[in-house]
C-alpha cells in the first residue's frame, strides 16, 4: 500500500523551513500532500490560490508531492486521501507543547493516523511564517526565508 503523508499547515507562506521538512521526508513516504488548512471565517493574509501555486513551483519537478487545501479537521482530510501519516515540524518546545496535544487528540479521533515529527535543521529555528509576513507587510527583504524559486506576486 502507498504509504501517504498529509502535511497540514496554514503556510501563510510556505517557508524554508517548511520546504526543508519537506525534502527531508521525500524518502520515507511514497506522496506528501501538503494540506493548506483554511477558515472560511478567519482570512490569512495571501490569497489561498496564490499559496497553492507558489507551493506547486516550488515542488513542479517532484511528482512525490501534491497540494491541495482544506477546511474541516485534518483527521478527516487524512481519512479522505488514504493518508496514514501526519508529517509535521518542530521548532521549539512550545511546539513540543502544541504539537504534543494536537497529535494525542488526532489520535484518540482517528487511531490509524501516525503523527510523524521532524526536527527543524538549527538555521531555520527563528524562521516562521507569521515573522516572515511581518517583514514582508513593511517591506523588507523575505527572499532568503522563502523557497529560491518562490516568486511571490
Ligand atoms: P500551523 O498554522 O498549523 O502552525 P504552519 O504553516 O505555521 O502551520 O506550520 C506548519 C508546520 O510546519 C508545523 O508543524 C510547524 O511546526 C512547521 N514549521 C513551521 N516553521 C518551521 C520551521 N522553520 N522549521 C521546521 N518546521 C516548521
Same mark, same amino acid.
Given at each position: 500500500?502507498?504509504?501517504?503523508?498529509?502535511?497540514?499547515?496554514?503556510?501563510?507562506?510556505?517557508?524554508?523551513?517548511?520546504?526543508?521538512?519537506?525534502?527531508?521526508? !521525500?524518502?520515507?513516504?511514497?506522496?506528501?500532500?501538503?494540506?493548506?488548512?483554511?477558515?472560511?471565517?478567519?482570512?490569512?493574509?495571501?490569497?489561498?490560490?496564490?499559496?497553492?501555486?507558489?507551493?506547486?513551483?516550488?515542488?513542479?519537478?517532484?511528482?512525490?508531492?501534491?497540494?491541495?487545501?482544506?477546511?474541516? !479537521?485534518?483527521?478527516?482530510?487524512?481519512?479522505?486521501? =488514504?493518508?496514514?501519516?501526519?508529517?509535521?515540524?518542530?521548532?521549539?518546545?512550545?511546539?513540543?507543547?502544541?504539537?504534543?496535544?494536537?497529535?494525542?487528540?488526532?489520535?484518540?479521533?482517528?487511531?490509524?493516523?501516525?503523527?510523524?515529527? !521532524?526536527?527543524?535543521?538549527?538555521? =531555520?529555528?527563528?524562521?516562521?511564517?507569521?515573522?516572515?509576513?511581518?517583514?514582508?507587510?513593511?517591506?523588507? =527583504?523575505?527572499?532568503?526565508?522563502?523557497?529560491? =524559486?518562490?516568486?511571490?506576486?
Amino acid at each position: 500500500m502507498k504509504k501517504i503523508a498529509v502535511f497540514p499547515g496554514s503556510f501563510d507562506p510556505f517557508t524554508v523551513g517548511h520546504e526543508s521538512i519537506v525534502l527531508r521526508a !521525500l524518502d520515507m513516504f511514497d506522496e506528501i500532500i501538503i494540506a493548506i488548512g483554511y477558515n472560511s471565517e478567519k482570512k490569512g493574509f495571501f490569497p489561498i490560490e496564490k499559496r497553492i501555486k507558489w507551493i506547486e513551483k516550488v515542488f513542479e519537478k517532484t511528482p512525490k508531492v501534491k497540494v491541495l487545501s482544506f477546511e474541516g !479537521l485534518t483527521v478527516d482530510f487524512c481519512k479522505q486521501h =488514504n493518508a496514514k501519516y501526519l508529517l509535521r515540524g518542530l521548532r521549539t518546545s512550545s511546539d513540543f507543547e502544541f504539537e504534543r496535544a494536537i497529535a494525542q487528540m488526532n489520535k484518540k479521533i482517528l487511531p490509524e493516523v501516525e503523527s510523524v515529527f !521532524l526536527l527543524t535543521s538549527p538555521e =531555520n529555528t527563528p524562521i516562521s511564517s507569521t515573522i516572515v509576513r511581518e517583514i514582508y507587510k513593511h517591506g523588507g =527583504n523575505i527572499s532568503e526565508f522563502i523557497p529560491k =524559486n518562490m516568486i511571490i506576486e
